[in-house]
């Protein structure tokens, strides 16, 4: 098998970029050849079904069965040197990323071929990202030289300073236990100085997390702060909204297969009309009925949560079901080596400011907000001058039920979909409510980031649950010394 | 030398002086001294709900057994100072002190009512779900902590207390009747009576006759000024008949601070009160 | 204590209610204990060991809804956290229980219990020392739920926290607690919870004999809370809870500190629970965080809205049948059961605001009307 490594090398001699598929298959074991021809093709599943490809021409070889090809094995000596040839090839790419990242695979097995390769590339590479990362991966070799002159060892190792990659971690944590005193302070010198860069990464992507959790919680509790703010009830139920959002969401995808990438867009709309009919439904039947009894109000809607619970466990099972990630949903946005950033948790991110905006204009702008506001500010003044109150709680219930609904849209994409969905959410929405102050949509904005941000900086010190209950211990300490929240109403009205 | 050391060491002498007893320890003084004859002491009292001046550097002093009457237009500030010396509204600067001894800024609603300073508010709030006879029952002048409250039962006086009450207020046929079941005039003199059995030393009404009819306004005219001597009291009404037949002193407030004080002719003649008060009053009286 | 004895004696209406709750009380649980020890297994009228234990574990409920009623139905606070003051009041009754297996437990420990051994723990915590005395358990019983609810509600009551904040703060406060007994390093068990009781003050859980007396001790003592309740509740002290309930702010300006009131009664609502999951633990033999849920803690509120909020018997009626609901419709339909008990959150809500007692006190009033205008006819 050995035998190989010879006939390998003079095909990376070509150094042409065409190779690269061959060395890539054969690495995965998926590279085959055909017994009668000799003809190489590569294994792939098409849908599900084991197909075969030919190499040169990239179709699909027709009527080939397993018993037709034969694997082309390799051992680990020989995988070793393809992922290296590989990033070799990679090397000479044409395309700068493809470079960069070739160099940065290299940096954990820097051999002497390697090293020669990218000396001689050096001189001639003209983007600087991939300039730098050569750089790197030879300042590397040069502190690694135990016979090289300590002085141009500890340049090297300021290079290396400069890096985040793990590799070059390694390597100064090997060069503190270095024969020369000078190379070992330098190195310790450089891990600290690494060891503060990935510190103030690492809050920042504490920092991401808190953001990400805080745009969960607002779109989770927005809704509620506009029923509670505008018609005083709490709506028990929400949490079964922002499920019943979730659940459409899984619908729309079982009925569009084969668009996953836009079932979001048609679920987006669609949640919103489920849950905001429902809440216009229950507004209608139950809420109006209990006008100005607001705990009765609270165990009605908490009899209707248990209902809907229920309903959807007989219809759906009561165990949780999965949605799919759109593909432009799905992976993470490297920053770099110790800072990546979930895509998904992003566009949430982005999505809950976007419905923020979307909902202060409406309150602002469109009549339909005017009457909120008045309602809100006093009913019965509003009632006088003529603003049909029950049709702006309908609608308000509606609105708030809706925005939970798109809320479980965007739960959907990072939980599983199940009939508990709204509950694990419901108390923190309330925490954010009550925290925020009632009838203060910036008040639930600036609560839900601080409840976010504060429980995910608490977890790495206390724990998950324990971070949990000090923020509700937190909450209900500051509601003793600040009732109405953090922007309360104020003047006689809010009385 | 006064090192922090032997300031402590003074502070904490000071604090274990024998001849003096800690303010904390020191006995709650019930009595109001009066000496100065002024009951009510309220000076530079200020207010504002966002940006709105609820009251505006107030100053007003009410002599112990005085019938005062307050008016002015909606607005003016009646209310809210009514709210402010009961302790159900904290003001932003200003002092208010009943008698010359008791703060009533640092004090709460019960303190304050414990201290006998007794509320109407504009709309009758009764006890409902109780019955006419248990209202009056809670607002005996007794001790109101909580063990006692449970341990409490009515003596033969208190009984007496509130049958006469009952009999002032005209509801002794009512008395085990439900108190969200009286009419509308019942419940104001219902609550005026839940004042009354307090035996307060200073009553705040506010708009006691609306809702009332000629008769029933004649009569809370007359027991208003039976209880002027006695007690002081002060009454809020924009009922300006019943405020002539009523008052000896009339303070007129606009836009949160006093605009006049004399006597209800004095004020009758008086230019600013025509101006922004007597005068939209006459011109909505000739309206109606 | 004479002035306990004249308070008792005196002639304070004390609800129609009282004696017959009472003597039905104590009748029914006597006759069925009696059944269950003298009649033979065969018998027509024998009353199986597993009916006497249901009967005490909804005897606890009823205990358990007139807590709930005393703070919602007479004073107007929304509680959704009383199933922690139960839950509380259990764990205590639990953790004597626990140590009451000494070394008979699984690994044969003689102080440990099972689960702190299974976690490799060496030694007790010091929240479980004096738990092995049966008389400082019951007062912890009593004791960490009333200092909970003292603490809460002072809080709370002092800075006006009123209405559904209340509700959804004490619903925080449940949940808090939940999160927090599901923790191994807590020390109560975690999600296990404590369980495989041996026996109480000597007697072997599994008897009959004790079942029986776990039964009737417990209507006892509903009957004394009940009767004490009637009391407090018809003294001036219960005219002030009810004025809070219905103008606080009135209440305030005659004179009376209502968060004071507010905040003992509170306590005394929260010592009552914490006593009902004491007597249910050794009934039911497990305490868990579950226990904890706000969906349990909201369930209790709903027992005594369908009994009739206000009226002590109506919150016992409630806890009954709706728990006799439960374990019959759990047991034919068991997916059926949160259609149902949904359905009475929002038919009761909308239609008995005022619960079966009411129903029952607008049914009179209309056959007397009708009696009264038939004799003047």
Redesign the interface.
Known sequence: MNDMVPVLVEIEATSEEAVLPIFQYLVEGSLHYIKTSKQLVAQVEVSGVIRYKDLLTGQVVADLSKSDVDKIRVNNTLRVYLRNAIARIQLSAKSPSVRESAVRSLLSKLDQETVATLESLYPNETNKKVKEAMALALAMNTAAQTQLAPSNRIAAIDTLSTSLESDVRNLLTQLTRDGNAAVVSAANAALEKIAQRVNRFAFVDQLFFGLSLGSVLLLASIGLAIT?GVM???NMAHGEMIMLGAYTTYVVQLIMPNYIDYSIWVAIPAAFLVSGLMGVLIERL?IC??HG????????T??????L???V??IFSPLNRQVSTPSWMSGSWEINPVLSLTLNRLYILAFALLVFIVLVIVLKKTSLGLNVRAVSQNRNMAKAMGVKTHWVDAMTFGLGSGIAGIAGVALSQLTNVGPNLGQSYI?DS??VV?FGGVGNLLGTLVAAFTLGIATKFLEPTTGA??A??LV??F???F???R?KGLFPQ???AAE | MSTLPSKTLDSTREFFRRDQVWPFLAPEQATVNVDNQVILYVEGLNLSFDGFKALNNLNLYVNDGELRCLIGANGAGKTTLMDVITGKTQCDSGTVFFGQNHNLLNKDEAEIAQLGIGRKFQKPTVFEEQTVFDNLELSLKTDKRVLPTLFSRLTPTQIDRIDEVLKTIGLAKHRFMLAGALSHGQKQWLEIGMLLVAEPRLLLIDEPVAGMTAQETERTAELLTSLAGERTVIVVEHDMEFVRSIARTVTVLHQGSVLAEGTMNQIQSNKDVIEVYLGEEAAAGEHA | MTRLTAWFSEGRSTGKHTLPFVVILLSVTILASAANLFLPADSAFYVSTYTITLLGKYLCYAMLALAVDIIWGYCGILSLGHGAFFALGGYAMGMYLMRQIGDRGVYGNPLLPDFMVFLDWKELPWFWLGMDQFWFAMLMAVLVPGLLAFVFGWLAFRSRVTGVYLSIMTQALTYALLLAFFRNEMGFGGNNGLTDFKEILGFSLQADSTRVALFLITAILLAVIFVVSQKILSSRLGKVVLAIRDSESRSRFIGYRTDRYKVWLFVYSAVIAGIAGALYVPQVGIINPGEFSPINSIEMVIWVAVGGRGTLIGAVIGALLVNYAKTRFTAIMPDAWLFALGAMFVLVTLYLPKGLMGLYGQLKAKRNSVMNKESQA
């Open positions: 509670f005083g009830v709490i139950v009925r209990l009894r607001p705990l009765e109000t609270l165990l009605a908490f009899g209707i949560s248990l209902i619970q229920q309903l466990r007989t108390i309330f925490m009550v649950v324990l949990a209950i509700l211990v909450i209900i300490l509601i003793q010394k009732p104020k003047g006689r």
